[in-house]
């Protein structure tokens, strides 16, 4: 079994009978669209992980690995600040290359500072956004009745490469723009299913000129 196989089944807890091959019966592989729930990775957002990973067919999401399950345990948090929680995990099929992605939710009560980190680009979403060709972060406020209305609350996904750390492959302006395209899909499906206000600022599609 593949790594990423190995560490989809640790990390869901998948069960079930297992063949010969020690393949779950319930294993899948689906398009970048059905990953996390179904509803947070757009066709721009899938075309940008196979920039990213280099396919376009993806182990699929265990079941707490949704929008709506991420936005209730930011609900559950709030007020609490947090640090890196799980929203989603990418994974490449089995038999195919190893690539691990991350997805992470993060509650701030204050608005990002400006950030002079050279590895990063700024673009114009959100509250601030920041893009690398291995990662991306973007913030946006969000006001919301699930978060008592408050004008404080700030939201913070990041998409990451995970596992063992690796130099980044192909036109570093295409991942930079590919890992910024994830980030904002699933930051504004974030936003619609907190029912933040004016979707947290978020525009529809990304915008990816440097700010």
Known sequence: MSVAASLLLAVTGCGGEE?????????????????????AISPDAAKALKVITGSSRFE???????????????VDAYPLTTLFEDACRVYTPRDTPDFELRITWDLHDQAPTSTADPD??????????????????????????KLGNSDGVHIAIAVRRDGMPYPPEGDTE?????YATVAHSFALAMAK???CKNNGGLPAKPVLDPA
């Open 19 to 39: 063949d010969k091959d020690e393949v779950p019966d319930d294993y899948k592989v689906v398009a970048g669209t059905q990953l996390c729930g179904g509803n």
């Open 174 to 178: 295409a991942l930079k723009d590919a």
């Open 60 to 74: 699929a999401s265990g079941e707490k690995y949704t929008v709506k399950q991420a936005a209730a345990d930011l």
């Open 193 to 195: 299913e907190l029912g």
């Open 120 to 145: 990063f680009t700024v673009l114009k979403m959100g509250e601030e956004t920041l893009t690398a060709p291995d990662k991306a972060i973007i913030t946006f406020a969000c006001q919301s009745h």
